[in-house]
């Protein structure tokens, strides 16, 4: 039986496992980071280790999870260490990277999160927790009054546990101890991150004590970032591929692609590592970065899901050697790119064609299910805000309708063949309740999701050319199924 990863196997690595070029010892923690998945493994903590190596200073990371247990059982016993393993055409590499000190597991320690937000040395708290974790009603700018997290943090706000009720419990306790607050650095998918957070956290402040949310107006810096690099959930794969790198095993390994961005805005009054160090960019304003990745990427990468789930492609690059899809894959990159404002030095054709390669890395198995999940917070911002833009500016309309009919195919729940499968939603019941009684009915099923509140702009939604290209390709689907109807769009 081999041993395991941790700081006493580090010397007897074999030599082409890179690892820290710093005791990480010596460095204490200046990040408490929220969502502790493969995503910020894969992404942040890489950054953060390369400022570590290049740059030093107290800038570790301590994580929080706010419901599973695995990743604090995983990395606690192994000192944080865990091993990147990046996958491209040219071969596999690995790399312990060394920035994560420990891991607080919420349902372990109930007051530990607290803690750690109110230390003194706290100076950065980061999250990716996924678009539905914030409890924002992104339409109105204010809290989801409906989101269990919400609900249950404004009851009682001082054993807060959602993902706002923290960050306003942590800054509330560093006030009262005339600590500064922490700079708050949103690193999910949503456009505007850090205005998003920064709004909904003010409204629910706002709502326990009116002094305190215009005290995190005006002291609390929330830059917006965007982040990029395709990281499908690990596997048994994952950790066997770690071990055979390393010699040891490694319970917290993950596997990406060798592509990575990080587009940042520079405001941190409270400090911040030297991300550029690991090749993170600060610009003055990230929106258009931001828009960019989630129509292009996401937005296509949603398109991919929905019609590869149901076509019977399990990965994203199956979906890529399937020639209709892929060529809708261009035409929907093509079509979002369109929707963009101009952007300096970046041409967008190039960024569709290296994005198409990603797509199609051979050694990347990125499941179709997996990128399907929280579709109703995944289409407002990857599909329905460059298909309004379309609509606006006279643009093509079709590759967007096309990826909106897909999913409302997928809302079914049910594949041409009849096998089930959990749509994996938070707004599942409202899909199914709203879908209850309407049948197959095409322009029914259009009616009924395209009126759940938030998901379409209504101007979208009410137009009739939008309508009619929806309830067409989507009555194509039902009647053909997926995989025909897909082959008949691609010579459309
Ligand atoms: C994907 C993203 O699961 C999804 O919805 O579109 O996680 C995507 O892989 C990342 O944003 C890439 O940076």
Redesign the pocket.
Known sequence: MSGRLGIAALAGLPAAVARPAYDPARFGAGIVHIGLGA?HRA?QAVYTDAALAEAGGGWRIDGISLRSTEIADALNPQDGLYTLIERGEEGVSARVIGSIRKVIAAAHDRQAPLTALAAPETRIVSLTVTEKAYGIDRAEGTVDAAHPAIIADLADPRAAQGVLGLLAEGLRLRKERGLQPFTVLCCD?LPDNGHLVRTGLIDLARRLDPAFADWIGEHVAFPSTM??????APTDDTLAEAERQLGVRDLAAIETEPFS?WVIEDRFPTGRPEWERGGAIFVEDVAPYEAM?LRM??GT??MI?YAGYLSGHRYVRDVMADAALAKLVHRHLKAAAATLAPLEGIDTGDYAEALARRFANPAIA?ETY??A??GTE?LPQ?IAAPALHALQHGQDLRPFAFAVAAWMRYCLGRTDDGAGYALRDPREEAIGGALAGVGKDARGMVRALSALPGVFPVELARNERWDDFVANILSEMLAKGMMHAAKEEALS
Not at 227 to 232: A, K, L, N
């Open positions: 995503f992404h998918n982040v990029d690099r395709i990281t499908p961005q990745k990427l996401n990468h949603s899901a990125h997996q990128i999940m929280d995944k990857r």
